[in-house]
């Protein structure tokens, strides 16, 4: 598909100018448009996920559908509220005074998406910018062919198309979309991509969100429900895009003499929720293509690790389908503690002490996720303290992005910025302060020409010292 690029950015910056998006009217509008496609089109958005990544309609209706309209519905409650400005304090330098931020929008926003969770976070961002009163363009990721195409259809006909374009294709397009200017730029995907976008956004200055991921560790405690862990750790691991996805655990940490408690645990569970014959189980993803499915079984096959495989390693060419995969102590020098795994692998190192937990994970690059199950408060509090990744929850995995109340984002190699809910509508808005005074209140020390008696004055009312102040009126 070939598309004008700067014609696109030029009409969207047209309608901004308009103001049209400004209005409380107009963002509700188009909220109201998104509940209503993914209301009127469930089925077609089911099918096109299927047909992209063979999720499961029960993955597709809860993590992408039913996340897009909990998102489009916080936004409706919520934006009137978001819209007021924030009362902010002023003080005696500035009396009387009162001052306030105000938010106001970028202008024109692109949106890079992902093909992992390719309905939900397209809109997951769309939303934030219209709440915030930008105009859009959306690239889907041609990785997801069929849910691209569902997303121009949709969007082009429910949507306000002067507002939001979408833009197909695959490097040529995204490249073309790079070189222009934006107002701000929202990519999910892969580090080396994200680099790239960084690179075209510094040469405009444009702010970034850069949503990437990382080797998720997940620590494994010995004074937990055991059952209840394995269940989760599978759910967030298998049961989430057969692990295709960036906050998904990507290894395990756990002492020598737990770690066999553990594997029995989660084969255990493993064949209640898939069967014995897990690659016929309609409840698994496939991966996303050849190219991932190659990666996948070439981390599996390597020499350092193809021995440690103690439960899975089926894989399928024909399905694109790889069966939950467990390897027990893996070498941290292997291929596949080097790079993340984004998919069904699920590796266990062993450590000596489950302190010594910490220190494998900070010896790492920053990671999107970190998980720690565990009754031992003391060890929660120093998972919280010594951790550092772009959202931690304990007990649990993957949940705490799902939390609109909690920011979703990075740090470090992980990604820069956060959004969801209210911090999304922050995320694509600029907080300008505003001071109003009125014409009283004229203080005659700060206007030249200056003398030492303005000087002794002005110094003590800057310090607040009252004493000061009358000191210097009076000059004692």
């Given at each position: 598909m070939v598309v004008d690029a700067a014609v696109a950015v030029a009409e969207l910056r047209a309608t901004f100018a308009s103001g049209k998006t400004k209005s409380y009217e107009w963002r509700v509008s188009q909220f109201k448009a998104i509940l209503k496609l993914t209301n009127e089109h469930e089925k077609d958005i089911i099918e096109a996920l299927r047909s992209d990544l063979n999720k499961p309609e029960y993955e597709a209706l809860l993590y992408e559908i039913c996340g897009v309209k909990k998102s489009a519905k916080l936004a409706l409650k919520e934006l009137r509220r978001w819209m007021t400005p924030e009362k902010a304090k002023t003080s005696l330098i500035t009396f009387p005074s009162s001052a306030e931020l105000v938010s106001e929008p970028?202008?024109?926003?692109?949106?890079?998406?992902?093909?992992?969770?390719?309905?939900?976070l397209s809109f997951e961002a769309i939303i934030g910018a219209i709440a915030a009163g930008n105009t859009v363009v959306l690239k889907p990721s041609e990785i997801a062919p069929a849910t691209s195409s569902l997303l121009s259809k949709l969007i082009g006909e429910y949507m306000d198309s002067s507002a939001l374009k979408v833009v197909e294709g695959a490097v040529p397009e995204t490249t073309a979309l790079l070189e222009q200017k934006w107002d701000k730029i929202i990519y999910t995907g892969s580090e080396k991509v994200g680099r790239i976008v960084a690179?075209?956004?510094?040469?405009?200055?444009?702010?970034?969100?850069?949503e990437l991921g990382g080797k998720c560790p997940v620590i494994v405690d010995t004074k937990i429900n055991l059952e209840v862990a394995a269940r989760r750790l599978?759910?967030?691991?298998?049961?989430c895009n057969s692990g295709q996805t960036c906050v998904s655990p990507d290894y395990i940490l756990t002492t020598k003499e737990f770690a066999p408690k553990l594997v029995d645990a989660l084969v255990w569970e493993l064949e209640k929720f898939y069967g014995k014959e897990p690659l016929k189980s309609p409840d698994l993803s496939r991966i996303v293509?050849?190219?991932?499915?190659?990666?996948?079984?070439?981390?599996?096959?390597?020499?350092?690790?193809?021995?440690?495989?103690?439960?899975?390693?089926?894989?399928?060419?024909?399905?694109?389908?790889?069966?939950?995969?467990?390897?027990?102590?893996?070498?941290?020098?292997?291929?596949?503690?080097?790079?993340e795994i984004f998919g069904p692998l699920f590796p266990i190192i062993t450590v000596d002490k489950i302190e010594d937990s910490f220190n494998v994970i900070n010896a790492r690059?920053?990671?999107?996720?970190?998980?720690?199950?565990t009754n031992d408060k003391t060890l929660q509090e120093e998972f919280v303290e010594s951790v550092s990744a772009g959202g931690l929850s304990i007990n649990e995995t993957t949940l705490h992005s799902a939390t609109l109340t909690l920011p979703f984002g990075g740090v470090g190699e992980s990604g820069m910025g956060s959004y969801h809910g209210k911090?999304?509508?922050?995320?694509?808005?600029?907080?300008?302060?505003?001071?109003?005074?009125?014409?009283?209140?004229e203080v005659a020390a700060r206007y030249p020409p200056y003398t030492p008696?303005?000087?002794?004055f002005l110094q003590a009312f800057l310090d607040g010292n009252i004493i000061d102040i009358f000191r210097a009126l009076f000059g004692w």
């Open positions: 970028l202008g024109v926003i692109l949106v890079i998406s992902t093909w992992n969770y390719p309905f939900l690179a075209a956004a510094a040469k405009h200055l444009t702010p970034v969100i850069l599978i759910s967030g691991k298998w049961g293509n050849s190219s991932h499915f190659n990666r996948l079984t070439k981390l599996m096959d390597n020499e350092k690790v193809s021995g440690k495989i103690v439960h899975g390693g089926q894989r399928d060419k024909t399905t694109l389908k790889i069966a939950p995969t467990i390897l027990l102590d893996v070498p941290e020098d292997s291929l596949i503690m080097n790079e690059e920053k990671p999107l996720a970190a998980y720690l199950f911090y999304s509508f922050d995320a694509f808005s600029h907080k300008k302060p505003v001071l109003r005074r009125s014409f009283v209140g008696k303005k000087q002794r």
